[in-house]
């Protein structure tokens, strides 16, 4: 299953179990408008295609005025490849950065640089021999991620746009197909993997259980399942323009 917020941003779904709860208690879900509901990930695992992952470090760390645009990923024997343009006193110069990729802690990813080179040239030993970091260079501060030294610290509750996100990563690996991240949750019981023989399809999406509302449609413990058009396609639901999307899928309601 495709899960994207919009155009490229979003991560494939091997599975996946979460609870999407209002923020305001008493409301329904509204889909429509993910700033008034947030997704707790119980279990599961997705990955992220480089073209996805550049659409997240894009968002995160391309804000107005950033030191940094133009970036773009690629895996090379289980490391991060990262490549962009950085500003330094008003002057634009390439870059590109080969390193490792790990998680710090439920929350946290570092990527950690073995490899730099600016303008083409590397730049790795010369920092290291005149005590110079990447963060000497440009400065990022935000709550999405935090550049210390060389390494770059990313928040993955704050990775993806509305709806909030509460995660917990258990592990990351980086294959020829992209970043991948298994979830977990420590603080409450994790809701099960729907079987693909309750769906009748191997990709789906199922809402069970609670309020939730599509476009106007308010339903009470809901139990939908999002089919794709075609069977054997996968589905492909854009979050912040998923009304279009339903006007060509099915939606099966019991």
Known sequence: TQFNYYG???????SLSLSITANTVGQPAWLDDPKTYKFTLHQGKIRLSSVQLDAMMNR?????????KNLKTSFQNGQLYLTGQMQRKGKWSEFSMLGVLSRVDDKTLKFHPTQIKIGGQSADSLMAQVSLTVSDLISIQLPEAQLKGNDLYINLDKSFPAPLLD??????????????????????????????????????IQVLGGDVQFMKAHMVNARVIILPEQTGDPVKFELYRYQSQLTRAIMRTN
């Open 60 to 68: 995160i760390l391309n804000p107005p005025r950033s030191p940094l």
């Open 167 to 204: 995660v917990h990563a258990k592990n990351i690996a980086i294959t020829d197909q992209g970043l991948n991240i298994e979830f977990y949750n420590p603080n409450i019981a994790n809701l099960p993997i729907v079987p693909e023989t309750l769906a009748g399809s191997k990709t789906f």
């Open 8 to 14: 490229n941003l979003g991560y494939t779904v091997d």
